[in-house]
């Protein structure tokens, strides 16, 4: 038993270095979710947390791991620094899409650096402010 729980912890050590080093390596980490909400249709806002501000192409590598729903609407924002947190319970217990989409468009949570939109036709573009 102890050995199982021993390699357990390993793996997940050794799984979470992998991750850093390559997340580094690719120019989109670290970062991590800070806030999500989904619909009940299956409309989401995420928002993700970057400690240095990052590039077009480590945005992208960050927005393309945003789920979307076929035919319904994603928006994921990436909020960079400690003096600019994003949206996290607040944007996570909105109770519409309308309160989700307030909160990523309203100070003090609108100084996002990068939005993913993706509208119900599945049409993606990435912005920077």
């Known amino acids: 038993m102890k050995k ?3 390699g357990v912890a390993l793996l997940v050590v050794v799984g979470f270095l992998a991750y850093d080093l390559l997340g580094s390596e690719d120019g989109a980490a670290p970062f991590q979710e800070v806030g999500y909400f989904k619909s009940d249709e299956g409309d989401r ?3 993700y947390q970057t400690a240095e501000p990052v590039d077009r192409g480590g945005a992208e590598r ?3 791991g945003a789920m ?10 990436i ?6 947190p994003g949206p996290g319970e607040e944007l996570t217990l909105a109770e519409n899409l309308e309160e989700a ?3 990523i468009s309203t100070p ?3 100084d996002w650096d990068w939005l993913l939109v993706v509208n119900p036709a599945g049409e993606r573009s990435i912005r920077s402010q």
């Open 79 to 84: 909020y960079s620094g400690v003096d600019n």
């Open 101 to 103: 989409l307030i909160i």
């Open 62 to 64: 960050i927005l393309d």
């Open 108 to 110: 003090p949570h609108d």
């Open 68 to 77: 979307n729903t076929p035919g319904r609407a994603t928006r994921a924002a």
């Open 4 to 6: 199982s729980i021993l």
């Open 45 to 47: 806002v995420f928002a």
